[in-house]
Each structure stands twice: as structure tokens, then as C-alpha cells.
């Protein structure tokens, strides 16, 4: 079955970098497209953009320009997002997910926690 | 890019009873609109694609409807397990922009 999990919590001061994991596993992991959410406390959903896993080529939502990096290492069929000169307004739940836009058929990771403070 | 705003941004209402839930584009996006279900400290999931195609395995109870800039979801008896914020995403093309959010709870 689809599975995608996510690497655990992490608590970061400011400036400093965090790379979130996405491993994905139950399907040929180059032939979907993997988007990353952002959900800040007690916040809304936010598209963060995503990321061509056959290409590596990410495309950022306004917002999510200059210090978020969206990779992928097709070997380990593993997504990740790097945040760079973290702010304590990146404090939010992270997460990945593959979403089958003609099917309707989506798969989450079980979202990764970041808290920025120091 | 087209921005998407949901209304209201809560509800609250009895078991039983019909709710909806508005979603405009400030475009046209065609049919191209998903509206997920997101329960306490749970992911999202979706409900409805395609603006009116339920999900398989959601109750029957949820419908969505509109085209265009105009999108509604509809609970027609709402439950006790339907506590839950609701989404709408745009898909027809990037940035696929979720709307605000309607927190939906029981009277």
C-alpha cells in the first residue's frame, strides 16, 4: 500500500536550517509529482509547491521562495524540503503528500513538526 | 494568482441538520476544485474531486456542486463525526491555492 513517512519533530533556533524527509513507498515513486503543506498552529493549509520526482524540477508558491529547497533522491524514493535562516514563523506542521488530481486519490505523510525558537 | 475564499470560516449547527459550505475563485477555474476534510490532529483527506465526484468510501451524505468561480459542499444530515475543518484547493493549474478553511462543529 501507499505510504509516505515522514522524519520526526525538530526543534531549531533562529537561522538555522532544517531538512524535512519524505520517504515514500507502494508505488513507482517517479510517476507522481510530490507537493509539500505548510499548517501553522492553530492555521490553515497552505500549498507550499512541489516537486516533478521523474525531474526534480520544484515549482514554489509565492511565499515559499529563497529559503525553502524542495529535492528529491529517486534511489531512496525520498522527497525533501530544506528550510534555510529559519523565523519563528515557520513553526508549523510540514507535509508531504502525493495527490491524484484526476482520480482524487491522495496520500499523506503523517506531517513533521517544526518548531523555531530559542 | 487566483485566490480562493472559503465562507464561512465556522459553523456551527445540530445533529441533523443540512450544512453548506461556499467556495469562490476570483477566476474561473472550470471544475477543477477538491474540498478535503481535515478532523482534529488528523491529515486531510479528500472528499470531493472535480468539484461534484465523492471520493470513494465517503458517505453519501457529503455532495459538493458548482463550475466556474462558484463551489459548494454540503453535508445533508450532518453527524457528530463530521467535527472537522473543511478545505477547498484549486487544481487547474499552480499555485494550487487552498481556501481559508471552514471549522465545522456541533450545537
Known amino acids: 500500500q501507499v505510504q509516505l513517512v515522514q522524519s520526526g519533530s525538530e526543534l531549531r533556533k533562529p537561522g538555522a536550517s532544517v531538512k524535512v524527509s519524505c520517504k515514500a513507498s507502494?508505488?513507482?515513486?517517479?510517476?507522481?509529482?510530490m507537493n509539500w503543506v505548510r499548517q501553522a498552529p492553530g492555521q490553515g493549509l497552505e500549498w507550499m509547491g512541489w516537486i516533478h520526482t521523474n525531474t526534480g524540477n520544484p515549482a514554489y508558491a509565492q511565499g515559499f521562495t529563497g529559503r525553502f529547497v524542495f529535492s528529491v533522491d529517486t534511489s531512496v524514493s525520498t522527497a525533501y524540503l530544506q528550510i534555510s535562516s529559519l523565523k519563528s514563523e515557520d513553526t508549523a506542521v510540514y507535509y508531504c503528500?502525493?495527490?491524484?488530481?484526476?482520480?482524487?486519490?491522495?496520500?499523506w505523510g503523517q506531517g513533521t513538526l517544526v518548531t523555531v525558537s530559542s | 494568482d487566483i485566490q480562493m475564499t472559503q465562507s464561512p470560516s465556522s459553523l456551527s449547527a445540530s445533529v441533523g441538520d443540512r450544512v453548506t459550505i461556499t467556495c469562490r475563485a476570483s477566476?474561473?477555474?472550470?471544475?477543477?476544485l477538491t474540498w478535503y476534510q481535515q478532523k482534529p490532529g488528523k491529515v486531510p483527506k479528500v472528499l470531493i474531486y472535480a468539484a461534484s465526484t465523492l471520493q470513494s468510501g465517503v458517505p453519501s451524505r457529503f455532495s459538493g456542486s458548482g463550475s466556474g468561480t462558484d463551489f459548494t459542499l454540503t453535508i445533508s444530515s450532518l453527524q457528530p463525526e463530521d467535527v472537522a475543518t473543511y478545505y477547498c484547493q484549486r487544481y487547474d493549474s499552480a499555485p494550487r491555492t487552498f481556501g481559508g478553511g471552514t471549522k465545522v462543529e456541533i450545537k
Open positions: 477566476q474561473a477555474i472550470s471544475n477543477y
Open positions: 507502494g508505488y513507482t515513486f517517479t510517476n507522481y509529482a
Open positions: 503528500a502525493r495527490v491524484d488530481w484526476i482520480t482524487g486519490k491522495d496520500y
